[in-house]
C-alpha cells in the first residue's frame, strides 16, 4: 500500500507540474493579446475611438439602432465600455500600464488596478457603514412631479459616494439589467 501512495503522489505532482506550465503558456498569450489590443491600432483602441465618436453624436447614451447601425450591437457590452474608458482614460492607462511590474490581461484587470484607494479613518472598522442619512431619491409628496434621468443620476452618484460604493460595480449591475432588457426586445420583435 505503502507503493500505491508514492505512485499517487509522484502522479499528482505531474499533473501540477503540466498544469502550471500550460497555465504560464495561457498567461504569456493573455498579455500580448492585451497589449496588442491596446496599441494605438489596436482592437480595444479602435473600439474605443468609435464609441467616443458614436457618443460624440449627442445624448448621454448611443442609441440601440445606431449600435446596429455600425454593427457593435454584436460585441458585448462590457467590452464596449471597457474599450471607450480605455479611450477616455488613454494617457493615464498607458502610464499604469508602464509602470506594472506584472503587466495586464484585460482591460477589467486594469480598471481594477487604477481603482482609487479609499484611505480609512483611524480607529473605524471596515464594517461600519451605517446610514443615518434620509434617502432624497425619488420625488417627495410635496413635488408629486416625475423624475429625471439626471436627477437620478446625481442621487446614485451621492449615496454610493456616502457608502463608499465603487460605480464601476454599479454600472455592471445596470448593463447586466439593460442586457436581459435586449434579450426580451429581441424575443418579441422574432
Known sequence: MANLQINNISTLEDAGKVLAEEYEVISKAETKRFLSSTKVDGFDTRLGKLMVELKAEGGDRIASVRLRDCHLHLIDKRRRAEAMWFVENEDDCRKHIAESKKGFTSLTALQRAMKPSKPQAEGTDEVTNEVDVKSNVGPTASDGGSVTAE???????AVCKHNQIDL???AEMLMAVDTVSEAEETKVAA
Not at 151 to 157: A, M, T
Open 168 to 170: 464601476l460595480d454599479i
Open 151 to 157: 436627477e437620478v443620476f446625481k442621487h446614485l452618484v
